[in-house]
């Protein structure tokens, strides 16, 4: 079995020849993706934002972090409107850097579609030097991070203010390190592990619980030696991750005297995602189901005499009183969790659409069906990839990748999923995929050279 130390003196099976990395291609491949990925975003894109709106949000912002942004910019606090209470409903992480980019930049878009791109582009950085860590291949090295850039996912999500471009940098950052972590198997690798952990749950807690299912595979699976160590240094990470998310934790002990390291959004979430699940059908589109969910949503706070600021087609209350709008997200839970309860093919049903829905659903259902092609491809490649990996003695360098997707598909599933919030999964996806066409060039490689060997005279 591969270790992860060893893959960058890898021979490579065909041509027997170390690998290579000459700095000057790339530099001249960056320059020409830089040019045709600027284009695409900011010529091509908004050429056909009229052919594109109706299928894809874009030029606007999302789950309200402008509205965030703008106060914060303001002097305002952390709020939706000036005259509403603080809120926990989002985690900060992307309004604060909205906020600086509107201070900076006087509230210009572009400039958030500037930062955008750069994000996406470390992020490619990043997949060049994870991909040199899993393996020696040049192929895995710079494919995976031009089948990023280029993936209509991608730039549709630099076109608007939406938190899946940093989450997704963040995302492959912690990858990185945490692969080196685990190479190094010292003390500092797992303090900058939880810390990248930590600035990516202020960004996305989704990722927040990800360290335990990190102790059971690390102990079970891998099965590496020294489990106390391995506990060690998952507990070393946890603490980091705590380090860095306690202003937050610590704020939000203080509006509500109650232990809250995320967010306030899971009722909704929740909500949606069974609202949704339930009244689906081939004539509804999914956008217009969230939409009527929020608007059940506020009819439910106006029945329990929950006083929140009433905005024309708001997706969230925002509320008066801190402590009301935390009392609202239980209330919408434990309705979930009752329902589901006393439906339990409901829940069944809600699991299997958000399966679905987390690589496909679109604002329409034409939407979808393009997400469908698109995607499919990049999945059945990614698991061609991993059974590839597996049985060549690579299952170290794909493990990880593996677990994190599992864990973040897991939770979106349980929950709410839509197709944008696998966007921040791509750049692994993308490594997993080119370790499927890898597999195939060999088999191809392979065959040929069995045939060769067979007509020889």
Known sequence: MDTLGSVAERVDSQTHAPVRWHGGAFVRLGIVATILHLAILFIIIPALSTQLRPLYNQNGYADG???LATNLAQGNGYRFHADTAPTLMREPGYPLLLAGLFLVADY???AVKLANVLLAFLTAWMMVLLG??????KLISVLPALLFLFHPGTLVAESRGGVEVLFGCLLTAFALVLYRALRGARLPGYVLSGATLGAASLVKSTLLFFPAF???YLLFVERRAGRLRVVRNVGVMVLATGCVMSPWIVRNYRLTHQFVPTASVLGISAHAGQYISEHLTAD???VELDRQAARERK???????YPFKDVKDAYYQAFYSTDDELKFSSFLLHGVIQKYRQMPGLYVRAVRMNLFNLWFAGKTWAATWINVAIQVPYLAFAAA???FAWRRGQSRSVGLMVLLIGYLVAVYAAILAQARYSVPMLPLLCILTCFGVLGFRRSALT???SEGEVTRP
């Open 108 to 110: 210009s878009f572009t």
């Open 447 to 449: 065959h040929a050279g």
């Open 132 to 137: 040199r860590e899993v393996s020696g291949e």
């Open 385 to 387: 990839g991993v059974i």
């Open 284 to 286: 509804a589109h999914w």
């Open 65 to 67: 972090y402008d509205e």
């Open 214 to 216: 990190l102790l059971i």
């Open 299 to 305: 009819q439910l706070a106006r029945d329990l005499g």
